[in-house]
């Protein structure tokens, strides 16, 4: 079993950055392929990025593409999220999880363990 605590949220005005971490616990860290998902108030929990167990490999949402970019530190058990050129519709509850799937999905039942989230705001 493995925990998970996002941090690095906060608000931040549109055009600018923020990087989210998420801190995991217990030894088997890089057994696990990792993911970003985000929630917006009224709106599903939708997948945002996702990185393999070696960090070899990445998969993003085309609504992030080219902005966001997930990396992890298995050294550390850490998997960040570098957000940039934020938009006010990036608003929303991030979420880290971590699945035992072979390799990186968006699928949002095949992730095991869920941490809290962070908030992270856009203004205008």
């Known amino acids: 079993q493995v925990q998970l605590v996002e941090s690095g949220g906060g608000l931040v005005q549109a055009g600018g950055s923020l990087r989210l971490s998420c801190a995991a616990s217990?030894?088997?860290?890089?057994?696990?392929?990792m993911g970003w998902f985000r929630q917006a108030p009224g709106k599903e929990r939708e997948f945002v990025a996702a990185?393999?167990?070696?960090?070899?490999?990445?998969t993003y949402a085309d609504s992030v593409k080219g902005r966001f970019t997930i990396s992890r530190d298995n050294a550390k058990n850490t998997v960040y999220l570098q957000m940039n050129v934020l938009k006010p519709e990036d608003t929303a509850v991030y979420y880290c999880?971590?699945?035992?799937?072979?390799?990186?999905?968006?699928?949002?039942?095949?992730?095991?363990?869920w941490g809290q989230g962070t908030q992270v705001t856009v203004s205008s």
């Open positions: 999880a971590a699945t035992r799937w072979g390799v990186v999905t968006n699928t949002r039942g095949k992730y095991d363990y």
């Open positions: 217990g030894r088997t860290f890089s057994s696990y392929v």
């Open positions: 990185i393999s167990r070696s960090g070899g490999s990445t």
